[in-house]
Nanobody, 115 residues
Framework: VQVVESGGGLVQPGGSLRLSCAAS????????MSWYRQAPGNERELVATIASAGVSTNYADSVKGRFTISRDNFKNMVYLQMNSLKSEDTAVYYCHARWRAMEYWGKGTLVTVSS
């Protein structure tokens, strides 16, 4: 099983980034996929979730209207489009897969929002 995030980096406040997560080794289309983040000194928090079929999504209040989660069940990919980035969005972003009691985590990608 592999869950690999990419797309992090340094961006100025107000800018945009698109994170990608490539999954393999499990039945991707059956899994709910989420993005979490963890800022220095903080607990890991849920950012966004997309259901297995890709119809239902949920977002943390802090990112609603700015972030969009999507998935491609043919490519086994999940994405997080982040717009209007703020300094408080700085964190390591993790991709998470869950189906019943099974779950997998990626190692994370760092997003730094700074001028």
């Amino acid at each position: 099983v592999q869950v690999v995030e990419s797309g992090g980096g340094l961006v100025q406040p107000g800018g945009s980034l698109r994170l990608s997560c490539a999954a393999s080794g499990f039945t991707f289309r059956s899994y709910h996929m989420s993005w979490y983040r963890q800022a220095p000194g903080n607990e890991r928090e849920l950012v966004a979730t997309i259901a297995s079929a890709g119809v239902s999504t949920n977002y943390a209040d802090s990112v609603k209207g700015r972030f969009t989660i999507s998935r491609d069940n043919f490519k086994n990919m999940v994405y997080l489009q982040m717009n209007s980035l703020k300094s408080e969005d700085t964190a390591v972003y993790y991709c998470h897969a869950r189906w019943r009691a099974m779950e997998y985590w990626g190692k994370g990608t760092l997003v730094t929002v700074s001028s």
